[in-house]
């Protein structure tokens, strides 16, 4: 007796432990992709936060030291002009204002005649501007210029901030302050901060005040005007997201940016790429460790289940006689029977394999889904003693199991289409069937053919695995009744014995749908339109 077994189980087998592996590695980049996505979205949203607060406390520090200086102007408008009042009264004025907080060092007024600035100690009284406010531009309504040293307190670096006003005379003047950005510095600069690097960049490109690391002034006063991120960013206008080459740091980099209403500067949060993808690459490496192991002991389990099937058959067969059969190969030969009239009625075709292959995938899936009967503690105790903490005992009751076949099935349905008539043949009836050869048809019946075999395959493996799943899941559901009370023990046991009787059927259904679809869609490859 010649079954065809041996190479039938070869096509079959071959097919799925590639399409196994196909899947999970499909199934482990998705993840991983996904993973990457996410990672660096929650981190630009991070930044944003960052970004947003860094904005706001910028813009309470600004509007705190520019409304004093304007609360100052027009104190002197009001009492006359600064080219008139006597540098005792403006130097009252100026401070009378300085009543917030340490970050505003001075107060100053100018015009084109005069400049005069006051601290909390002391005033300066001068007929030109300092050449710190000769690089204001004369059209703009606010001006933030380049870090200084604070005329006070040697070594502290304070940025000049003014907005254009009247103060008194026929010319409009500036009234600003000298702000030093120590505390704000302070406050972001804290152990555990969730990003590397923020600051304050004016929209000449000069950097007012960076955190790095958590160490401040890293690159302040430096240009980053030339740099092609900071061009696009400001060109883009507004705030968002910016990513590429640091111009300082040499590396990678996610910016988020925000404009500071009012003034010309951006507050800006950075970190770097490579951080922000380092527990992605753990996660990753984790990720593709379990899909390998997993992929291995699910082919593993199906070798097996392969193995003790066909193993068994084969023994049958080895020992099959033309006389008197036993009760064991008239069980086999019925059963063979019965596999090769299911075919007959669906293919029609001359090829001898179908009816092999048939055995192979209703057998192969028989087996997978009976390991569904076998009680929750038994595999799972038995692995756990020889070190191995999980185990899919089900195969059918993982997608990429199910995937694997119905690829497995997809993939000599098209070899068989090939075959039967010619690569050509078959490249043909994908762009002229089934609606015509009308040129004007052919993308239709392509997307038509692709849509087709896609919604077979998932299909074909979707019904496997939802039903098995379906099943593992009522088995867990009936064991965590036990759990209850004694009287969930007893309702549990004969729910699990009546849920084992219905499961059986759905096996052995299960199994017989997945084989009659493989032989449906590979004698439909035998035809010809």
């Known amino acids: 007796m010649r079954l065809g077994v041996p190479k039938a189980l070869d096509w079959v087998l071959v097919a799925y432990a590639a399409c196994a592996i196909a899947a999970g590695s499909a199934f482990a980049a998705l993840r991983i992709h996904a993973d990457y996505i996410q990672t660096l979205q929650q981190e630009r949203e991070s930044l944003r936060g960052v970004t947003s607060a860094l904005q706001s406390g910028a ?22 002009s600064l080219d008139r009042l006597p540098p005792a009264a403006i130097t009252e004025m100026l401070q009378r204002e300085l009543t917030g907080g340490a970050h505003v060092r ?25 050449p710190w406010l000769a690089g204001a531009a004369p059209g703009a309504d606010a001006w933030v210029g380049a870090p200084i040293l604070d005329p006070e307190t040697p070594g502290r670096m304070v940025i000049p901030v003014a907005r254009r006003t009247s103060v008194g005379g026929a010319a409009a003047g500036w009234a600003g302050a000298l702000l030093s950005l120590t505390e704000f ?50 060109d883009a206008g507004g705030g968002g997201i910016a990513e590429g080459y640091g111009a300082f740091t040499r590396t990678q980099m996610i910016y988020a940016y925000e404009p500071i209403s009012g003034f010309p500067v951006y507050a800006v949060a950075g970190e770097d790429r490579a951080s922000v993808l380092a527990g992605w690459r753990s996660r990753r490496r984790t990720d593709i460790g379990a899909a390998v192991a997993f992929s291995a ?123 039967m008539k010619g690569f050509g043949g078959w490249v043909h009836e994908l762009f002229c069937a089934p609606f015509g050869s009308n ?69 052995l259904l299960q199994a017989y749908i997945f084989m009659m679809l493989a032989v449906v869609y590979l004698a439909m490859a035998h035809e010809h339109h």
């Open 297 to 419: 002991l699910v082919l593993v389990m199906t070798v097996l289940l392969g193995l003790a099937t066909f193993g068994f058959l084969w023994f049958v067969t080895r020992k099959a006689t033309t006389g008197v059969p036993t009760k064991t190969q008239a069980f086999v030969e019925w059963f063979l029977d019965f596999i090769n009239g299911q075919v007959k009625s669906v293919y029609t075709g001359t090829t001898r394999l179908i009816a092999p292959i048939a055995l192979t995938t209703f057998v192969l899936t028989l087996f997978m889904n009976a390991m569904d009967v076998l009680p929750l503690d038994i595999v799972a105790k038995g692995l756990h003693a020889v070190g191995v903490p999980y185990f899919r005992v089900v195969p059918t009751a993982d997608v990429n199991t199910t995937f694997a076949l119905a690829l497995a099935v997809l993939g000599l349905s098209i070899f068989y289409a090939i075959r």
């Open 59 to 80: 813009l309470a520090i600004f509007d705190d030291g520019v409304g004093a200086a304007l609360a100052a102007a027009r104190a002197v408008r009001a009492a006359g």
């Open 106 to 130: 001075s107060l100053f007024l100018a015009d084109g005649s005069r400049f005069l600035m006051a601290s909390r100690s002391r005033m300066l009284d001068s007929l030109a501007s300092p």
């Open 185 to 234: 510095e302070q406050h972001f600069r804290r152990p555990g901060g969730r990003v590397s690097g923020l600051g304050l960049v004016a929209l000449d490109g000069t950097i007012l005040t960076t955190i790095w690391n958590n160490s401040s002034n890293a690159f302040v006063g430096r240009s980053v005007a030339h740099n092609p991120l900071f061009r696009r960013s400001i």
């Open 439 to 507: 040129p004007i048809l052919w993308i239709l019946n392509l997307l038509f053919n692709i849509i087709e075999y896609v919604s077979k395959t998932l299909s074909h493996s979707l019904r496997l695995f939802g039903n098995m799943y379906a099943g593992e899941i009522m088995f867990l559901v009936i064991a965590m009744l036990g759990a209850s009370s004694w009287i969930g023990v007893g309702a549990g046991a004969l729910l699990h014995l009546g849920w084992s009787i219905f499961e059986v059927l759905i096996i």
